[in-house]
C-alpha cells in the first residue's frame, strides 16, 4: 500500500492536514477551496478515507479533553507524512516522464 | 433530510457508526447550511450524500468482513494494472467450464429424474476444477513474468532511469 497510487479523495485529505491538524467540515470547506470546486466530497467519502487512513496509521486524532465529538480534530502522523512524500515523488516522475514523452513526440 | 440521513447511517456497521456516526450527522448538518440557496446546489448535494453514504457503507462492510477487500490505493490510476491481458484468458476459461458444467449437468439431470442434487454437485465440481485449472494457470504465467502483473516494476525501472538520464 505504502508504494501504490492514491485516489484523489485520499491524497488530498492528507494535503489538507499537511499545514495543521483539521476537524471533518474544515477538512471538506479546505478540499473544496484547493480543489478550486473541482472535488466535493461527501461525508460518506471523507469518512470512509478518514478510517482508513486512521486504521494503517498515516493519521491520529488529536486528543484534547474539551473537544466535542463533533470537532475532533485529526492530524499527519509521521508516517502519513513519509508516504505522502513518497507519492509526491511518485507523481513527479510520472510528470518527468510524461513530459519526456511528449517532448520526444513532438521533437 | 437530518433525519434520513441518520437512518441512512444505519447501514454503516455498528462499530464504525459508533466511531464516526456523530461526528458525522454534525459535519452533514454544518455543510447543508452553509449551502447556498440554489435548488440545483441542493440537488447535488444530496445527491452526492446519499451516493457516497450508500458506497462507503458497502466498502466499510466489505472491509469489516474481508478486510481492506475493495483496494485503498486507485490502482486503475495505473493503466498496466487496468486490464492485464491474462484476465481474457482466465475469464474465457471460467466462462468454458461453466459453459462445460451446464452441458454435463443437463445430461445428468436427464439421467436422474428429479432430483437437482446430481446437477448441483457436478455444476460445483466442474467450477473448483476450471477455478483450480485457471489459478495454476495464472500461477505459471506469472512465474515466467508474462501475466502482466510485472509491468510496474517495469514501469518503476524505468522511471528511475529516466530520472536518472534527465540528472545526466
Known sequence: METSALSEPVLLVLLSLVEQPRHGYSMLKDIESMSHGRVLLSTGTLYGALQRLLDNGWIERVHEDNTPRDRRTYRLTSRG????????ERMRYLTKLASLRVARKEA | ??????????????????????????VFRDARDALPPALAAKIS???????GLLSSA????FDRLFGPAIPFPRFYMQPQFRFPRITVFLMLVIFGGVVLAIRIAST???DTSG?????????????VTMGIAAAVFSGVLHSLRRSG????????????????????
Open chain 2, 45 to 51: 448535494f444530496y445527491w452526492c450524500e446519499v451516493f
Open chain 1, 81 to 88: 507524512r513519509r508516504n505522502l512524500q513518497t507519492e509526491i
Open chain 2, 108 to 110: 445428468v439431470a436427464g
Open chain 2, 149 to 168: 502483473l510485472h509491468r510496474l516494476e517495469n514501469l518503476q525501472s524505468h522511471m528511475h532511469s529516466v530520472e536518472s538520464n534527465s540528472k545526466q
Open chain 2, 115 to 127: 432430483s437437482v442434487w446430481p446437477l448441483v454437485s457436478v455444476l460445483v465440481f466442474m467450477l
Open chain 2, 1 to 26: 433530510m437530518l433525519t434520513v440521513y441518520c437512518w441512512l447511517l444505519c447501514l454503516y456497521p455498528r462499530s464504525y457508526r459508533h466511531d464516526f456516526g456523530e461526528e458525522m450527522t454534525f
Open chain 2, 58 to 61: 458497502l466498502c466499510a462492510h
